[in-house]
């Protein structure tokens, strides 16, 4: 961990961490938008394919290159491991993950936790079914030294499995306390099938897809029939419409604990994200200015932020101005 991010741990100011680049992107367009990671306030950087095996513009070899370069610009890097492991190529890509020997590694499914129990400190990905501190707890025996909570816990959810007064130990008692990380901004990642929405929206075989999900940077957005965002298609992740967004909650997750916040990659305005998250969390900045910048950075689909609220995660409490606070719903 480097030494802004220990500082924000002991409470002097927020981590900034940038989630695993969901879509599909040419290799030209990530390595474009990691020199700008590389530059920003993130002291964080969760890195790798996560969606679709699929995917090959970058190989196992390509980000751990990836990983040594933002390591040298400061960065504490991890690799992300692949949600839905479904083949034995699947298998060996996971294995060389958990056995690369450089970095923490983030387990999205119970395969890689079972690879990467006893093999040091690894991240519990916001796909591992953790829903009560009796879970986490069990999960702590294998040595995780991080969570990310899942989506659709509200704040005091996630403050009651992991409470500040007294965290979750990781291994034994006694041990270092588990690290909390919150999904902060960005379109959730909601579920993930075996069949591939977007070569389905094109009348192709998931294995004979032409790779069309490349077409759509940011997912393919699906309206209702009254003409309102929906949902988002990105190869076999379905996703929501609106930008989940925790920009004015700074008191809620102080009171809670939680100095982490990750924040999802877009194809778009990600490095003015990520100074306004900075800038409110970090600086003492306006967070209802800040949400009124995001409104109009973010994608399509708008802001949301009822999950964190216990609400439907599709509404939005509007931030409360001149303050950090936000409006009740």
């Known amino acids: 961990m480097t030494t802004t991010a220990q500082q924000a741990a002991a409470g002097s100011g927020f981590t900034l961490a940038v989630g695993p680049v969901s879509y599909y992107w040419t290799r030209a367009t990530l390595t474009e938008f990691y020199a700008e990671v590389a530059e920003s306030a993130a002291q964080t950087v969760y890195l790798g394919e996560t969606v679709c095996s699929r995917r090959r513009e970058m190989k196992t070899e390509d980000w751990l290159d990836l990983a040594r370069d933002l390591s040298a610009a400061g960065k504490d890097v991890v690799l992300s491991a692949q949600v839905l492991v479904e083949s034995e190529s699947d298998l060996r890509v996971l294995r060389r993950l958990a056995e690369n020997g450089e970095y923490r590694v983030e387990a999205n499914d119970a395969a890689a936790v079972r690879l990467l129990a006893g093999r040091g400190p690894f991240v519990l990905g916001p796909h591992v079914n953790v829903y009560s501190r009796a879970a986490l707890r069990e ?48 379109r959730m990642p909601l579920a993930f099938s075996a069949r591939c929405f977007t070569a389905r929206h094109y009348h192709l075989q998931k294995d ?10 940011d997912g393919l957005l699906l309206a209702s029939r009254e003409g309102e965002p929906f949902l988002a298609m990105n190869g076999i992740q379905t996703q929501s419409a609106g930008s989940h967004c925790l920009i004015g909650e700074r008191e809620a997750l102080c ?16 490095a003015a994200i990520v100074r306004c998250f900075d800038g409110v969390f970090n600086r003492g900045e306006s967070a209802s200015e800040g949400a009124a910048m995001l409104e109009q950075l973010c994608l399509p689909g708008g802001l949301v932020n009822g999950y964190a609220a216990g609400l439907p995660g599709k509404d939005w409490a509007p931030v409360a101005a001149p303050g950090n606070g936000r409006v009740s719903a």
């Open 139 to 186: 999960y702590a025996q294998l040595g995780p030294s991080r969570w990310v909570a899942p989506l659709e816990l509200s704040i005091a959810a996630v403050a009651a499995i992991n409470p500040a007064t007294d965290p979750v130990p990781a291994g034994d008692e006694g041990g270092d306390a588990i690290e909390t990380e919150i999904f902060a901004f960005g």
């Open 208 to 217: 004979d897809c032409a790779f069309r999900c490349i077409e759509h940077p």
């Open 255 to 270: 009171a809670a604990g939680i100095r982490r916040l990750r924040l999802a990659p877009q194809s778009q305005n990600f």
